[in-house]
């Protein structure tokens, strides 16, 4: 398969990093909505009456410092690099956006989803419930 085909069958939507995170909030934060397009850049978690946005981002597309951030294509290596920096600038414009807005940001990264505990403990200091 080549590079093309493999980048679009990469999902937007329902990824599994993003179904883990939302399997974690229903157990003790249920409540959240799915994809608000009336938000800036329609996050994937949306707490309306707690104003409060999760964003879950894939390492390589948004550019993590991890170890799967940092590895890039080695062809056409210009435009990902050009194609990872847009997609960070973007992502500053729309927390820039909630700021404005006095909303409270989150964005979970893809590597985070690893390590369970850690990541509900976040998640539970973020949307404000006891453990």
Same mark, same amino acid.
């Given at each position: 398969?080549?590079?093309?085909?493999?980048?679009?069958?990469?999902?937007?939507?329902? &990824? &599994?990093?993003?179904?883990?995170?939302?399997?974690?909030?229903?157990?003790?934060?249920?409540?959240? *909505?799915?994809?608000? *397009?009336d938000l800036p850049g329609a996050p994937d978690i949306a707490y309306i009456g707690r104003k409060k946005a999760i964003?879950?981002?894939?390492?390589?597309?948004?550019?993590?410092?991890?170890?799967?951030?940092?590895?890039?294509?080695?062809?056409?290596?210009?435009?990902?690099?050009?194609?990872?920096? *847009?997609? *960070? =600038?973007?992502?500053?414009?729309?927390?820039?956006?909630? %700021? =404005?807005?006095?909303? %409270?940001?989150?964005?979970?990264?893809?590597?985070?989803?690893? %390590?369970?505990?850690?990541?509900?403990?976040?998640?539970?200091?973020?949307?404000? &419930?006891? %453990?």
């Amino acid at each position: 398969m080549d590079r093309s085909a493999v980048m679009r069958a990469v999902k937007g939507r329902d &990824t &599994t990093p993003e179904l883990f995170t939302r399997r974690l909030l229903h157990g003790f934060a249920p409540g959240y *909505r799915l994809c608000r *397009r009336d938000l800036p850049g329609a996050p994937d978690i949306a707490y309306i009456g707690r104003k409060k946005a999760i964003f879950v981002h894939g390492c390589f597309w948004h550019g993590h410092d991890c170890k799967r951030g940092a590895r890039m294509p080695k062809t056409n290596a210009e435009y990902w690099l050009e194609k990872i920096a *847009r997609n *960070r =600038a973007r992502d500053e414009k729309h927390r820039a956006a909630y %700021d =404005a807005m006095g909303w %409270d940001v989150l964005t979970v990264w893809e590597c985070e989803t690893r %390590d369970r505990q850690a990541l509900a403990a976040r998640l539970r200091a973020f949307v404000g &419930t006891a %453990d």
